[in-house]
């Protein structure tokens, strides 16, 4: 019970010291829509380094969507494969998960090109890191993932094996409430 009303003290601040986030959106409207989910996935995103925040509003499903709000990647999710194909495959030193298989366990998504360049727009993000992001699925039967940065003040998306992992490179994610 104590972590619950940490997290959403953490959370509601962070609300509240970027507005300009989620223009005309009430944290009170937000924080009714925390169900037990959302706060387990929430509290997910914030243990691992993501600093969820409310980025926007979406009319079509009637949710708030949070993500990723840290300056880098989240420290917590990064050296890991795209998905777990391509983590079981490699020949040798697989990490112990992917960005798709935390994702999934923990019940958020990843961020796609389209999310990835909105979050760009409140503020400049992974400047010394990069991230998976979710991939067309052309692209990943090829053996290929996407992967987004911002460098030169820049978004640039890329590809790369999708069983590559390095140091600097995670993933951020999405929930929507």
Known sequence: MAAKKDLLKTLKERFESHPERHPGILWETVSGRLTPGAVASLSWMEE?????DVIGYDPETDSF???????ETPAGRR??????HSRTTRKKNAP?????ESAE???VCLLNEEDYRKLQELGEFDLKTSCWIDTPEEIRKAGGALFAERRYGKVFIFHNGADSYYSVRGFRTKLSV
Not at 96 to 100: E, I, K, P, Q, V
Request: glycine share 12%; hydrophobic share 25%; proline share 4%.
């Open 48 to 52: 691992t380094g993501g600093e969820p």
């Open 65 to 71: 969507i949070f993500a990723d709000c840290s300056k």
């Open 79 to 84: 050296s890991v494969c795209y998905d777990g």
């Open 96 to 100: 112990a998960t992917s960005a798709w």
């Open 105 to 107: 366990t923990n019940n």
